[in-house]
């Protein structure tokens, strides 16, 4: 490939996977099981991103091993109804398109792991979205290292990546113990642990200890999104939780230890001043199934004043509507969006500047990347801001 032989596409993808290997030391590369690609919304890839995908394509470039893509900029099929220009939309489906084109599959989600993508213990894989990796490594005992969006393509093209970082054994052992001494009583107290502790250990491997861990299938994707966003965290363990942590002692010796007995630092940083709510976003990372039936069970009999958008991917939506979770939040005023998230949208032009979100990956990126102000807390806590138009909180902080 690297000679050419497989043409120029190909190419590309190898002289992109050997430079990397070269610049991390990598010993050899190592052939990846699945690809997740992340810079999908035409909001970040603009105009040079497109010809980039475009004129790769037409090199005849094609994924050799199945890849996904994350959220797009807006949702597939609803987005006239939902206030997107058309323009945005037509320069989004001309992403789509090309990414098509190299044999990506445009489910637009960063939960591929909900929706039939699920990786299996020990492979190797190259996927680029950091709530995504994060999920992969930990939960599931997957290897990724966290891919930019062309080099996770890359490796989608050439089969490969290089092994280096979270591939290799001795560097998945984790370097920071964290006993977490507080009660975690909904996904917001995850997002704010991750966040705080997130921002103390960076890169580094957290191996945690919950009095009581928590077993809701999206409080996990909380903590690992709400990581990857304050730090780098790409991965991380539960005592008697992650299959890693089950398997065998992953506590590298020296390990550092912190104690976590407080989560007030993570929702003060995460809670913005704002009352008036104009937008609640749930489904950061995409909502589960479960997640989607828990909105509609809270809203039941009631109307919401507020947007309220619970985005996931296309198939979590279609399982929901065939189950009328769909027609239920609907009722209450509600919208279950498809494809994208309120990050990668331009959701400032659809005229909203207030957010309530129990995501803290969401709360901590919205600012900068949406220009909204933010308010943090339960998914409880947020749908009665949509209930009541503003954010009826007292105090900031827990339920
Ligand atoms: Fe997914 Fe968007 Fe959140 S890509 S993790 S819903 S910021």
């Known amino acids: 490939m690297l000679a050419g032989q497989a043409g120029p596409g190909a190419q590309k993808a190898m002289e992109i996977v050997v430079a990397l290997g070269q610049i991390y030391g990598a010993r050899d590369l190592t052939p990846v099981s699945s690809v997740q690609v992340a810079g999908v919304s035409y909001k970040n890839l603009g105009g040079a991103g497109l010809e980039f995908l475009e004129e790769w394509a037409v090199q005849g470039a094609r994924a050799r091993v199945p890849a996904t893509l994350n959220p797009a900029g807006l949702d597939l099929e609803s987005w006239r109804e939902l206030g997107f220009s058309e323009a945005f939309a037509r320069s989004q489906q001309r992403v789509i398109a090309a990414y098509e084109a190299l044999g990506v599959a445009p489910i637009c989600t960063c939960t591929p792991y909900l929706v039939g993508y699920v990786p299996k213990f020990g492979q190797h894989l190259a996927w680029a979205e950091s709530s995504a990796v994060s999920y992969a490594n930990s939960l599931l005992g997957a290897r990724t290292n966290r891919e930019g969006g062309p080099s996770a393509l890359a490796a989608a093209i050439s089969g490969r990546t290089a092994r280096y970082g979270l591939h290799l054994d001795e560097n998945r052992l984790a370097t920071a113990r964290v006993d977490v001494q507080v009660d975690i ?166 005229g909203f500047r207030t957010m309530a979100t129990n995501s803290a990956k969401m709360a901590a990126y919205a600012p900068a990347h949406s220009g909204l102000t933010v308010r943090f807390g339960s998914m409880s806590q947020c749908l009665d801001a949509a209930l009541a138009g503003r954010w009826t909180v007292r105090t900031e902080g827990r339920d």
């Open 185 to 350: 009583k909904s996904e917001a107290d995850l997002g704010a642990l991750g966040y705080q502790v997130g921002r103390l250990v960076k890169n580094r491997v957290p191996y945690f200890r919950f009095r009581q861990p928590p077993s809701r299938d999206w409080e996990w994707k909380a903590l690992g999104a709400a990581m990857a966003a304050s730090g780098a965290v790409a991965l991380f363990h539960v005592e008697g939780v992650t299959p890693e942590a089950q398997e065998g002692d992953m506590l590298a010796a020296g390990a550092s230890a912190l104690l976590v007995d407080s989560l007030q630092e993570g929702y003060r940083a995460l809670n913005g001043p704002v009352k008036q709510i104009d937008l609640v976003s749930l489904g950061c990372p995409h909502a589960s199934l479960n997640e989607v039936q828990a909105v509609a069970d809270y809203l039941e009999g009631k109307r919401a004043r507020s947007a309220l958008w619970i985005t996931t991917a296309r198939a979590t939506r279609q399982a929901a509507q065939a189950a009328g979770l769909v027609a239920r939040i609907e009722a209450a005023g509600g919208r279950v969006v498809a494809d994208t998230c309120l990050v990668v949208a331009p959701v400032h032009e659809l």
